[in-house]
T-cell receptor, first 111, second 107 residues
């Protein structure tokens, strides 16, 4: 596709459930970022990949959060044992520096 | 993380007027700053960036000013249109976003 694609678009999870969020970046983009955006707030950085290497994961809020990009293209953000405070929109962006292209995000609601 | 904040959470302007959105930052070592526009239900959209060694950069209908002395960044939108209504974020490098300013354009 022409843009960054994220799936699912919406996810409702029961507390304690594991979830996996997918990001398909623009083909050829080396850099990939994940962000968490709470309602009414700016995106908060979670983690950053360059190809398959995870260069920065300082923003991951706990060890329940895990991200991977095994072949340097598609990336998955996994959240284990989801909690209510994990409810947010999860955004993925890929770019040739410095312009970033964002997906529409996955809205995660933990009930 | 570093502090990137906005002075005003909301801004309303008349169609055709110029808009100015402000942003303060705290990390003087940042290499560049980026402005994004986010419409409801969509991901942020890149507008313009400015390197830390520049004071001003112009794009189509937009101008970004950087004042390193007071650690202040602004986005000026000329002849604001209804389609400019959105939330605007400044970001420090690719990592730190401000809270955002909601711009409403009144027809």
């Amino acid at each position: 596709g022409a843009g960054v694609s994220q799936s699912p678009r919406y996810k409702v999870a029961k507390r304690g459930q594991d979830v996996a969020l997918r990001c398909d970046p623009i083909s050829g983009h080396v850099s990939l970022f994940w962000y968490q955006q709470a309602l009414g707030q700016g995106p908060e950085f979670l983690t950053y990949f360059q190809n398959e290497a995870q260069l920065d994961k300082s923003g991951l809020p706990s060890d329940r959060f895990f991200a991977e990009r095994p072949e340097g293209s598609v990336s998955t953000l996994k959240i284990q044992r989801t909690q209510q405070e994990d409810s947010a929109v999860y955004l993925c962006a890929s770019n040739p520096f410095p312009e970033a292209f964002f997906g529409q995000g996955t809205r995660l609601t933990v009930v | 993380g570093e502090s990137v904040g906005l002075h005003l959470p909301t801004l309303s302007v008349q169609e055709g007027d110029n808009s100015i959105i402000n942003c303060a930052y705290s990390n003087s070592a940042s290499d560049y700053f980026i402005w994004y526009k986010q419409e409801s239900g969509k991901g942020p959209q890149f507008i313009i960036d400015i390197r830390s060694n520049m004071d001003k950069r112009q794009g189509q209908r937009v101008t970004v000013l950087l004042n390193k002395t007071v650690k202040h960044l602004s986005l000026q939108i000329a002849a604001t249109q209804p389609g400019d209504s959105a939330v605007y974020f400044c970001a420090e490098n690719q990592f730190y976003f401000g809270t955002g300013t909601s711009l409403t354009v009144i027809p």
